[in-house]
């Protein structure tokens, strides 16, 4: 099982081999595929984003953030962005971060997570966030444009803590 610990100024180049690749691909994130390293870095590390990375013996498994989904009125609901490095994904990483994000956002007291543009056609994501009792809240019909698959919906997920 990976530990999990905030991200270091050190992370750069590991935070960047696994983001390039997923962002790359264009399908389950709403970048641009052509995003440069330094780009991907400042979406990731953005202000406001709790970034950790999941490891095991030294070697970065996965990443996530953790941030408020709002402001004023909305900062009770916590938002999260996933990524597990291509050669660790089906070995459990995207569940020991999410339920390491669940534990992070009621210690910091948040009330609820919502993911607001979950790919519908990424269903390995969806399969785990409904297994860990996510809704889906809403359907965004068409407004994701997948590389291969062309317009595909976008879902709203959303747990109460």
């Given at each position: 099982m990976p530990?999990?610990?905030?991200?270091?100024?050190?992370?750069?180049?590991n935070l960047?081999?696994?983001?390039?690749?997923?962002f790359?691909?264009?399908?389950?994130?709403?970048?641009?595929?052509d995003i440069?390293r330094?780009?991907a870095?400042?979406?990731?590390?953005?202000?406001g984003?709790?970034?950790l990375?999941?490891?095991?013996?030294g070697?970065?498994l996965?990443?996530y953030?953790?941030?408020?989904n709002?402001?004023?009125?909305?900062?009770?609901v916590?938002n999260?962005?996933?990524?597990t490095?291509?050669g660790?994904r089906g070995?459990?990483?995207?569940?020991a971060?999410?339920?390491h994000s669940?534990?992070?956002?009621?210690a910091?007291?948040f009330?609820a997570?919502?993911?607001n543009f979950?790919?519908?056609?990424?269903t390995?994501a969806v399969?785990i966030?409904?297994?860990?009792d996510?809704?889906?809240?809403?359907?965004l019909?068409?407004?994701f444009h997948?590389?291969?698959?062309?317009?595909v919906d976008?879902l709203?997920?959303?747990?109460?803590l």
């Open positions: 530990t999990l610990r905030t991200a270091t100024p050190d992370d750069h180049d960047w081999s696994m983001l390039e690749p997923v790359r691909a264009g399908d389950t994130y709403a970048i641009p595929r440069d330094d780009a870095l400042a979406y990731w590390l953005e202000p984003h709790e970034v990375i999941a490891e095991e013996d070697t970065a996965g990443t953030f953790l941030c408020a709002g402001k004023g009125g909305g900062d009770h916590a999260c962005g996933f990524v490095a291509p660790a070995k459990g990483v995207a569940r971060m999410l339920e669940l534990r992070r956002a009621r910091r007291g009330r997570m919502q993911f979950v790919v519908s056609t990424n390995r399969a966030w409904q297994h860990y996510f809704r889906v809240v809403g359907r019909p068409g407004a997948h590389p291969e698959l062309g317009y976008a709203v997920m959303y747990k109460t």
